[in-house]
């Protein structure tokens, strides 16, 4: 039944994962514990969940169990990412700043988790915040969009709309496509005049 837990995990079946878990626990009130326990080839049900994008069953492990989301291997960043995900739909994004964190520890140069950080502060209402980690990010990897997008967000929340405009000018010049920059382009150049 050990074996069987981490496939539920992996396939996505949270009903058969509750049941599983309940009938490994044996009554005992550790529910979390027997999952931990339960591992398939060494790899674990959160494991499993977050491999496969089965962000349901990662959610009722990482929230409802308490699972341990930093018994990853280096590498295993993409389970801390899919726990974040999770975690900033239902937690909100103080506690996706900590697993943020978390990652960006194992892995100190991933602009990508800067620019998470920066998006959860501005969800936050922090712009000062915000805007040093999309800066950062924009130090790190100057032709990327994205780092200019979160720039122009943070200085649009900080009211400074002319250096919105500018670093969303910049955002735009690398992907006119993206109508994402464009909407806010319009919005600083709106505020603006």
Aim: negative net charge.
């Amino acid at each position: 039944m050990q074996h069987v837990l981490p496939r539920a995990a992996r396939d996505g079946d949270l009903r058969l994962l509750k049941r599983l878990a309940r009938a490994l626990d044996k009554g005992r009130g550790r529910l979390r514990e027997a999952v931990e326990a339960a591992k398939e080839e060494g790899v674990g049900a959160l494991h499993h969940a977050a491999r496969n994008e089965r962000i349901t069953v990662c959610r009722y492990l990482v929230e409802e169990l308490g699972v341990d989301v930093d018994a990853v291997d280096d590498e295993d960043i993409f389970l801390i990412m899919v726990s974040i995900r999770a975690k900033m739909t239902t937690m909100g994004s103080l506690h996706s700043i900590m697993l943020l964190e978390q990652a960006m520890d194992l892995d100190p140069d991933d602009a990508t988790l800067l620019s998470n950080r920066s998006l959860c502060w501005l969800r936050m209402g922090d712009g000062e915040k915000a805007l040093r980690d999309a800066v950062e990010c924009r130090e790190m990897r100057a032709d990327w969009p994205k780092s200019c997008y979160r720039q122009g967000a943070a200085l649009l929340l900080l009211q400074d709309y002319n250096s919105a405009c500018e670093a969303l000018i910049d955002g735009f010049k690398l992907d006119m496509e993206n109508a994402e920059i464009e909407n806010a382009l319009r919005c600083a150049s709106v505020a603006l005049h």
